[in-house]
């Protein structure tokens, strides 16, 4: 395949990549590879935590996003992380972290990156180029009206995810664009923008630095703060860990003991008692209701622990009377 690209082109991107935060250089680092290791990572650390505040300053944006993206995954939708390069991978490594964490099916939060697996490891450069292929991509997985697109690039007009968000939106899909660049192209295109201002490099041009780790940290909360909606997290346990190793069978036990105070065996025991329901294993040692009856209840209230604990509260307790009790 051929992927000369005319002069005139070449030109015109030039000129608009000067023209974006992200790829400035930034003259305080002007003699950064003249720096001993300990300054040189001083200078990274400082960087770093411009990420942080950018990511504060757009906490407006990112909650917009939570709150339209919840009620899409309570009526069944899918939230879909989109991008190219490290963008994409960012996508893909929170997508593939909630499942384990929140007991989530895996088709909950889905990662694409553009270029497929192999793109998860090696470079696949050009695939960012194609913005049909980022709607062909979205279609490959069965995007429907009902799911949410997070499409991410730190430049804001990567062809791919440009192309991908116009698709669902299109289609009726709910779309972000996250960027980290102002007045970017996909927040344009997209229904809400967040847009995580980072400003260059300390080796400029390389968005995986402050851009990757901005990215990240929006990534995070939005999937975090979107379990703990859908009733997740109780208090800020992780109560629908999947034990699926011994690491996470003792952090298991750990939650139970540390929402009920009891000691570690009546965990391990309650535990047991309802196939290795966290929830269920709480709710089983708080009330004294039955394994079964934890797990209907739960059911019932769409597995919200504290819906279920408020519930069983809320009956009244049988007043045994002196009189009624046999003493023979």
Known sequence: MNHTVPAEDHRALRELLGELATEGVNDAHGEFDLLATEAQLAAMQAESAQ????????????????DAIVPRLRAGGRLVYLGAGTAGRMGVLDASEIP????????????VIAGGEIALRSAVEDAEDDAARGA???????LTPADAVVGISASGRTPYVVGALEHARALGALTVGLSCNAG???????????????????????????????????????STIAMVRLGKVH?????????????????????VMLATGVDAAAASAALESVGGSVKAAILVTITGVSPDDALARLSTHDGVLRDALTEVRAVPMPVIRPEETDVR
């Open 51 to 66: 990420a942080v505040a950018a990511v504060t300053d757009a906490a407006p944006q990112v909650a917009a996003a939570i």
């Open 100 to 111: 384990p964490t929140f007991g989530t099916d895996p088709s909950l939060v889905v990662g």
């Open 136 to 142: 062909a991509d979205l279609e490959a997985i069965g």
């Open 184 to 222: 970017s192209r996909i927040g344009e295109v997209a229904d809400l923008a967040i847009e995580t201002v980072v400003g260059p490099e300390i080796v400029a041009g390389s968005t995986r630095l402050k851009g990757g780790t901005a990215q990240k940290l929006v990534l995070n909360a939005i």
């Open 235 to 255: 208090g800020n346990l992780m109560v629908d860990v999947q034990a699926t190793n011994a690491k996470l069978r003792a952090r298991a036990e750990r939650i």
